[in-house]
């Protein structure tokens, strides 16, 4: 090839050259991004107002679904359904998305990563694992946040156009429960347990199981007494055993256990490894739910800008030193307490189930005895200290078969109102399938 034809070529190649990244430039500055370029490039699946979902997110969404439902140890539906079932997955994910932003609804990262913080903890993930179980379902963990936020949001958004807009009424409640007579069912034991070794002197352990059950009988509270004689003995451990039917217990302890009042104690019971007590907290089956409770009093003080954690919890300290002294729980409550619903009263928050706690305050109840002021509790709320007024076991029933009613007709209510609401955002949008999702 001539010098003079090489050159020619070149200056058409550079001519060529030219014209490609002029086009692609202009496209940069039409479309803002590569991404935004490549996406213009991928299939469009469906048009939702005006966005897009693409093949690319169909396949990924698929992917994602067959992962999850295969870690649940599930039967992986055919492709084409489940691509189906996602396909309108993201139509209506995109028309809650468009409706939030409508609406002005947003999520702070702050709170998307207390959530992320939440889910790992409750999956027993640092944060690192957690990133590592995100990188296995093929997403970065910047694409987990997003995808986590925008789950926030809709969820904001649902609690606002759907839920805050379901009524009940206690006739409603009172016709279910009519129409659903209760199945009788198999009696649970909530018990909590404490073991009393031998370790080869059974006289001695013995001496230490009857120490305790006669404090508990004489009124002490079983986890204080436990508490203490943890401290002071080896040979003990304690548990909390939950909720158990009957064949989920030692044949040892059932016979004891069915006659025991809630609130009441076993008598020590030899085993070979030592003697057990056994509390019974609670009672449920057959039409019956008999559980503790506490009327409990509290302060509350809220941390702020003007007085820190430090300075809440020493005002506290001093609040409690001043009743110690012979001032009235529910006068100081009234004055200094920050919780407006219980002040007026005293700062009194009437009976209450240990369930219906907050745990640090659960955990403070029950280390406390009838009319002793507890030191200050920290809960998300605040800083407490807590007076319990008194205890008592109470058959509770019939209120929880009403709340049980009224969560069935709740989530019932919810199912329907929910499904009316994405027809009227589907009807009110224009959707254009530009690949089938049919079967």
Request: with cysteine; hydrophobic share 40%.
């Amino acid at each position: 090839m001539s010098e003079i034809e090489h050159q020619s070529l070149c200056q058409l190649w550079k001519a060529q050259l030219g014209a490609v990244l002029v086009v692609f430039a202009m496209a940069l500055l039409t479309l803002g991004s590569i991404e935004e370029v490549q996406g213009e490039l991928d299939q469009i699946y469906v048009v939702i107002n005006d966005e897009v979902v693409t093949r690319t997110e169909v396949d990924r969404s698929v992917r994602d679904a067959i992962y999850q439902i295969r870690s649940r140890g599930e039967v992986v539906p055919k492709l084409e359904l489940l691509e189906s079932e996602v396909v309108e997955g993201l139509v209506e994910q995109r028309l809650q998305h468009q409706r939030a932003q409508e609406l002005g609804i947003n999520v702070p990262i702050d709170q998307v990563l207390v959530t992320i913080k939440g889910i790992a903890e409750k999956n027993g993930f640092s944060m690192i694992e957690l990133r590592q179980e995100v990188r296995k379902t093929g997403r970065s963990y910047d694409e987990y946040q997003e995808e986590l936020r925008q789950q926030l949001i809709v969820k904001k958004l649902v609690e606002q156009e759907v839920t805050q807009k379901i009524d009940i009424s206690e006739e409603e409640i009172s016709n279910y429960l009519d129409s659903h007579k209760p199945v009788a069912q198999d009696i649970s034991y909530n018990l909590s347990h404490v073991v009393i070794k031998s370790q080869g002197d059974r006289v001695s352990a013995q001496v230490v199981a009857d120490q305790i059950y006669e404090r508990i009988v004489a009124g002490a509270s079983f986890d204080i007494v436990i508490s203490e004689t943890l401290h002071q003995l080896s040979t003990i451990n304690s548990a909390d055993l939950g909720w158990r039917s009957s064949d989920q217990l030692p044949d040892l302890f059932i016979t004891s256990v069915k006659e025991l009042d809630v609130g009441t104690v076993t008598r020590p019971i030899e085993s070979q490894n030592g003697f057990h007590i056994l509390r019974l907290n609670g009672k449920r089956g057959n039409n019956m739910y008999v559980i503790d409770q506490v009327r409990l009093s509290h302060i509350l003080m809220i941390a702020n800008e003007f007085r820190g954690e430090e300075a809440t919890e020493e005002k506290l300290l001093s609040l409690r030193e001043r009743i110690k002294s012979g001032a009235q729980f529910n006068e100081i409550a009234r004055l200094y307490s920050e919780d407006l619903d219980s002040r007026a009263l005293g700062g009194d928050l009437g009976w209450i189930d240990l369930d219906g706690l907050p745990s640090e305050l659960a955990l403070a109840v029950k280390h406390s005895e009838v009319g002793q002021v507890s030191m200050p509790v920290k809960t998300s709320r605040g800083y407490h200290i807590i007076q319990i007024l008194n205890r008592r076991s109470e058959d509770i029933s019939a209120q929880m078969r009403r709340k049980e009613a009224e969560q069935e007709i709740r989530l019932s209510k919810f199912n329907n109102s929910y499904k009316l609401w994405l027809d009227e955002l589907r009807n009110a949008a224009w959707i254009d399938y530009k690949l089938s999702n049919k079967i």
